[in-house]
């Protein structure tokens, strides 16, 4: 069965800084993985799709990576601002047919 | 309107109550599920219909039981439910099943 661990839970750091959230899965056999935000209370924004045969993607300041072989993501995103505060949840999908596994996410707050 | 939407965004109710929770959407997609967001918890697939067939079944409770009469439409009927049932229920559209998913805002149920 797929498992799929988010490190750390939390984060917080100053506006501006760069940063990167890991996301890990157990069974690299994947066929995607997607990464989403969540603001508090709402539903998911898809930020990025990683096919399985891919090694990056890349949306404005935000560049996810994935080693397959390893079982791991990143999620980078430079030059954080105080709008990026939210939620970041990591999704992976086994099957060209199968849905997605999510991670618990990571949580972060950018302070001005 | 665009993309997915849910109605209610709020809904409180008593155990011995019956709702229908309703999600649309307006991407021209073929699949539809629904997840269940608990706190501190990953989010949990309820269901998946595919091109109106339900597809998958997570061991959902009968007390949920969902309806989809046709692809831009998915209800999810409420009955005698528990106060732990109370979480956030996202609705979620792709083009086909497996493929990158669209979210709703969700509906926050309370159960008292």
């Known amino acids: 069965k797929q498992e799929v661990t988010q490190i750390p839970a939390a984060l917080s750091v100053p506006e501006g800084e760069n940063l990167v959230l890991n996301c890990s899965f157990t069974?690299?056999?994947?066929?995607?993985l997607q990464w989403f935000r969540q603001d508090p209370g709402k539903g998911l924004t898809s930020l990025l799709l990683i096919q399985s045969s891919q090694r990056e993607q890349t949306s404005g300041r935000l560049n996810a990576s994935l080693d397959k072989s390893s079982g791991r993501s990143t999620l980078y995103i430079a030059a954080s601002q105080p709008g990026d505060s939210a939620t970041y949840l990591c999704?992976?999908?086994?099957?060209?047919?199968?849905?997605?596994?999510f991670g618990k996410g990571t949580m972060l707050l950018v302070s001005p | 309107e665009t993309g997915v939407t849910q109605t209610p965004r709020h809904l409180v109710m008593g155990m011995t109550n019956k709702k229908s929770l309703k999600c649309e959407q307006h991407?021209?997609?073929?699949?539809m599920y629904w997840y269940k967001q608990s706190a501190k918890k990953p989010l949990e697939l309820m269901f998946v219909?595919?091109?109106?067939?339900?597809?998958e079944n997570n061991s959902v409770p009968s007390r949920f039981s969902p309806e989809c009469p046709n692809s831009s439409h998915l209800f999810l009927h409420l009955h005698t439910l528990q106060p732990e049932d109370s979480a956030l229920y996202l609705c979620?559209?792709?083009?086909?099943?497996?493929?990158?998913?669209?979210f709703g805002p969700g509906t926050r149920l309370t159960v008292t």
């Open positions: 991407l021209g997609h073929n699949a």
């Open positions: 219909y595919n091109f109106k067939e339900q597809t």
């Open positions: 979620a559209s792709s083009s086909l099943r497996g493929s990158e998913q669209y």
């Open positions: 999704a992976v999908s086994n099957s060209g047919y199968s849905t997605l596994t």
């Open positions: 069974d690299s056999a994947i066929y995607n």
